[in-house]
């Protein structure tokens, strides 16, 4: 039974790449299967008619600069893979209260505050801000790729070094929830809507589930005088490229258009996996990039029963809307690249297509789009219900009819600031949770799952199956580009073992 490589990933989403690249830069060999026709999962791009469209994530933070407590930029930094970073202040929000351009930084967000609320709610602002401070430092002096491949609490990083001892006053709040500290210390409407849409473009969840530790670091990062907002030259894919290259050079590989069916078994241990063309390939670890209902689905049915059984009920995250348009951007000279809007703050923060997140990249990187035109993503971040898609099919003329009424809210918020948007355009691709589900294989077209901080952690990398582990969106930390890269750091670390981690964390000062 010839091995193809050591370890197999299935899967080439942030989290496996840097899972990959890690293990590679370890010394093992590393072979990583997608399903797709192009690497990055949520992250990749595609280009249409002269336009370089993002597919996933819009906002970045922590690349442009150098310490950064962003797991990504360290392990970019670890596999020598520099990017070239366009760096901005500000960005839009149009919400209840009016049209906001809204400061990067401290004193970018308290002007908004006190123009719009006054004094007091400024105050308040800033007392809530200091409380953060210490917690924030405390998830500073607790790096992520710091975290043993066991997460089942923080007493063994205590032997680490002395680092941590001033933080333990804080530390008891990293594991918990946000909403706690909000409700003690936020009790002005806006202030707490606020904080309720930061969480939400996050997690995908309220303030009330989000994880404490994954917000008080955003505002370390946003809240630091020299704060800014990153947006890599090329977009999202240029970032996962610089991840293929860091595992190429460091003698991994990756094969596109290799669905895997399953995961093979030689008792209770994974030994490699079954391709959808019937293809067997061999290891002696498996890694699952897959989400959390994927990688169940992978494993036979007598295999860890009630541990498989557990992960196919995880509950989900809704699903998005889409919108990409390729369009003439004669007089629209001050865009920004982002604008969020929200509908009414009473509804809930994840109420149905309550909220719009709109990227323009080409007002950073002209080479995004032809001369003279824009590329625009916009989506509704986690707020479409499965439940409006479940019974209709791609390509059917009731699919069409009902893409076309929900996606109209897109069109009635671009009109808000682009009155003819519809007559300037060249390209324009509508996209449901079907369209999102068709191209990630994701769960229902699922964010991801929905597990609230304020019921405990999410899963750690390791499964009860021996030579099979476990990374991305379904796993510890959670959901987001950071967390997804943490999880690959951590299944890294599982195979590789502590003294490749400590070797690691030595290169980059951590």
């Known amino acids: ?84 970073v366009f760096t901005y202040n500000d960005w839009d929000v149009l919400c209840p209260e009016g049209h906001l351009r809204v400061g990067v930084g401290g004193d970018g967000f308290e002007r908004v505050v006190e123009t719009l609320r006054g004094p007091e709610a400024l105050a308040e602002w800033q007392r809530f801000t200091e409380v953060l401070q210490p917690i924030a430092s405390a998830a500073d002096a607790l790096p992520l790729l710091a975290l043993p491949a066991s997460v089942d609490g923080i007493g063994p990083l205590l032997r680490r070094s002395g680092r941590l001892v001033q933080h333990l006053p804080a530390i008891r709040y990293l594991s918990g929830a946000f909403g706690p500290l909000v409700d003690r210390h936020l009790q002005d409407p806006f202030l707490r809507h606020w904080v309720d849409l930061l969480c939400f473009l996050i997690s995908g969840m309220p303030m009330a589930d989000t994880n404490a530790a994954a917000m008080a670091t955003l505002f370390g990062e946003w809240f630091d005088p020299q704060a800014c907002l990153d947006f890599p030259q090329g977009g999202s894919a240029a970032v996962v490229n610089a991840l293929v290259r860091g595992l190429n050079v460091n003698g991994g590989s990756l094969r596109l258009g290799a669905r895997v069916h399953r995961v093979l078994l030689d008792g209770d241990r994974a030994i490699g996996v079954e391709l959808s063309n019937g293809e067997r390939l061999y290891a002696d670890v498996v890694v699952s990039n897959a989400d959390a209902w994927g990688t169940a689905g992978l494993l036979p049915e007598r295999a860890s029963m009630a541990w498989s059984q557990d992960r196919r009920s995880t509950p989900a995250c809704h699903s998005f809307l889409h919108l990409h348009l390729g369009f003439d951007a004669s007089g629209l000279e001050d865009l920004p690249i982002h604008t969020v809007w929200v509908g009414d703050w009473e509804r809930g923060i994840d109420a149905d297509r309550n909220a719009v997140v709109v990227s323009i990249p080409s007002v950073l990187d002209p080479s995004m789009a032809p001369e003279g035109h824009h590329v625009m993503h916009a989506y509704t971040p986690a707020n479409e219900p499965w439940e409006e898609w479940d019974n209709l099919h791609r ?56 597990l609230s901080a304020a019921k405990g952690l999410f899963p750690g990398v390791m499964t009860p199956i021996k030579g099979l582990l476990q990374c991305g969106s379904s796993c510890f930390p959670g959901i987001g580009i950071p967390p997804v890269a943490a999880s690959g750091a951590m299944a890294s670390h599982a195979i590789t073992g502590r003294r490749a981690q400590r070797e690691l964390l030595r290169s980059l000062d951590l």
């Not at 008619?49 to 597919?55: K, L, M, P, R, V």
């Not at 671009?414 to 191209?439: A, F, W």
């Open 395 to 450: 390509g059917t003329e009731a699919y069409q009819e009902q893409r076309g009424r929900r996606c109209q809210v897109f069109w009635d918020v671009l009109e808000q600031r682009i009155p003819d948007i519809r007559n300037r355009c060249s390209v324009v691709m509508e996209g449901t949770p079907l369209t999102h589900r068709h191209y990630l294989s994701t769960y229902r077209g699922s964010y991801g799952p929905r």
């Open 1 to 84: 039974m010839p091995k193809s490589a050591e370890v197999i990933v299935i899967g080439s989403g942030i989290g496996g790449l840097c899972c990959a690249g890690l293990t590679a830069r370890a010394g093992r060999e590393v072979l990583v299967l997608e399903a797709h026709s192009q690497p990055g999962g949520a992250a990749h791009g595609f280009e249409r008619q002269g336009y370089c469209f993002e597919s996933g994530p819009s906002l970045w933070s922590g690349l442009s600069r150098w310490p950064s407590s962003n797991p990504l930029a360290q392990i970019l930094r670890a596999l020598d893979q520099p990017l070239d």
